[in-house]
């Protein structure tokens, strides 16, 4: 059975969730508090985490990084649930490295939903760890990315996207395609974050960036 730990601060809602995921086979386990949930999961990871930004110790996006910088949790299925509805707060929480974004109010097959879609989407498949074109060599397993020999510093998005591009070498990766399989969700300005973090991973790749190409009215390319 996969675990599924819920991190929301507000009592009812925290039981509604924790109710919706047991009726449909997880064991959940809540906390109400950023510090209990952190020091639990250094004994117990769980399959997924829905995580709320509007913790009473910690703001759930510094507990999102804390996560995505441990290499024990750095790939553990994220949800980030708040009623924060900008685009800015979405696309921070995207770019820091939740999976998936989910606003209150919210129903409850909705979230459901998007857990399952999320657990499918997090199955382990056997791929190549490290790959290279050019002077852009990038590891999966040290999460690192090396431009003739100089480390680069990436953000998660900025790593996955060019993880994605690199294990595509050549073939046109739709925009659609792109937001599906690196954000997970559609949302209001999807357009603008896609070609703003290829902007700046072209700018961090320096000359190597130029293997990054723009197919007008499609998406991109690594060549």
């Known amino acids: 059975m996969k675990t599924i730990y819920v991190v929301e601060d507000d009592a009812n809602i925290r039981e509604i969730e924790m109710f919706a995921l047991k009726n449909s086979g997880y064991e959940a386990i809540g906390f109400e508090c ?14 997924l985490i829905l995580l709320d930004i509007m913790l009473p110790d910690e703001d759930g996006i510094g507990v999102l990084k804390k996560l995505r910088e441990q290499p024990d949790t750095q790939e553990l299925p994220i949800i980030l649930v708040t009623a ?3 685009e800015i707060d979405k696309v921070k929480g995207l770019d820091m ?26 199955q382990p498949k056997k791929e190549e760890d490290a790959f290279a074109i050019g002077d ?12 003739a020999g100089e480390e680069v510093e990436l953000t998660y998005k900025e790593f996955e996207l060019l993880s994605l591009l690199m294990q595509n070498v050549g073939i046109v990766l739709t925009r659609d395609a792109l937001m599906e399989k ?26 190597a960036g130029k293997h990054v190409k723009t197919v007008r009215n499609v998406g991109y390319l690594l060549q």
């Open 34 to 47: 950023a510090g209990d949930f952190l020091t639990c999961i250094q004994s117990q990871k769980p399959s």
């Open 84 to 86: 924060k509805t900008t």
């Open 97 to 122: 490295g939740a999976d998936d974004y989910i606003t209150k109010p919210f129903g409850v097959m909705e979230l459901i939903s998007r857990v399952k879609a999320l657990l499918r989407r997090a």
């Open 136 to 147: 852009i060599v990038l590891s999966k397993g040290k999460r690192s990315c090396l431009v």
């Open 182 to 207: 690196i954000w997970g969700i559609d949302f209001l300005g999807e357009s603008r974050t896609l070609d703003v973090h290829i902007k700046t991973l072209r700018k961090k790749l320096g000359d």
